[in-house]
């Protein structure tokens, strides 16, 4: 059974960069793509974007020119970076391996990140 | 970006009724969707990919059909533990979207 767990800092200052990373235990991070999707508090869910174990990388364009995606499989770990952030990027980051059919089959317990001013 | 429409955005029902989500595409695509279930606090959990295969380990009183533009997710005799909000996904083109949701409450 995968197992995702994110971690990194619950506030970060308007217009510095958000850092999280998402560790995946109970099988390797090789072979799969993987995703951070984020829910601001009380509204729905929006793709931020997935990387391929080898790097490769897809981004939301809403978000494309500030958001950057980095693996690590020595550490089984998947990365997300967010630059610039505004209170709007205030949600809940969830991190998730994608299926086969670009599902997303396993969820990361999800972080709740504030933007403060 | 393919823009999806979940409907209706509430509904309340009792246990044991037969309930069906409806979700829109703005455009084709094909089987590749997914429906998703979240309880207060909590992450999504998959329910259905596919448009109508059932993720293992959900109960089968959970069902997806469609293709194409008009999807529909039904639950066929409603359990406590089913009061959630419901979610779809479209997977056939990027940017992945979702739906705005469906909140089931008990009547």
């Known amino acids: 059974q995968v197992h995702l767990q994110e971690s990194g800092p619950g506030l970060v200052k308007s217009s510095e960069t958000l850092s999280l990373s998402c560790t995946v235990s109970?099988?390797?991070?090789?072979?799969?793509?993987w995703s951070w999707i984020r829910q601001p508090p009380g509204k729905g869910l929006e793709w931020i974007g997935y990387?391929?174990?080898?790097?490769?990388?897809n981004y939301n364009p809403s978000l494309k020119s500030r958001v950057t995606i980095s693996v690590d499989t020595s550490k089984n770990q998947f990365s997300l970076k967010l630059s610039s952030v505004t209170a709007a990027d205030t949600a809940v980051y969830y991190c998730?391996?994608?299926?086969?059919?670009?599902?997303?089959?396993?969820w990361g317990q999800g972080t709740l990140v504030t933007v403060s001013s | 970006d393919i823009q999806m429409t979940q409907s209706p955005s509430s509904v309340s029902a009792s246990l044991g009724d037969r309930v069906t989500f409806t979700c829109r595409a703005s455009?084709?695509?094909?089987?590749?969707l997914a429906w998703y279930q979240q309880k207060p606090g909590k992450a999504p959990k998959l329910l259905i990919y596919?448009?109508?295969s059932l993720q293992s380990g959900v109960p089968s009183r959970f069902s997806g059909s469609g293709s194409g533009t008009e999807f529909t997710l039904t639950i066929s005799s409603l359990q406590p533990e089913d009061f959630a909000t419901y979610y779809c996904?479209?997977?056939?083109?990027?940017?992945?979207?979702f739906g705005q949701g469906t909140r089931l409450e008990i009547k």
């Open positions: 998730a391996k994608v299926g086969a059919i670009r599902e997303f089959d396993y």
């Open positions: 109970g099988g390797s991070i090789s072979s799969h793509y």
């Open positions: 990387i391929y174990y080898s790097g490769s990388t």
């Open positions: 455009q084709g695509i094909g089987s590749w």
């Open positions: 596919g448009a109508s």
């Open positions: 996904q479209q997977a056939n083109s990027f940017p992945l979207t």
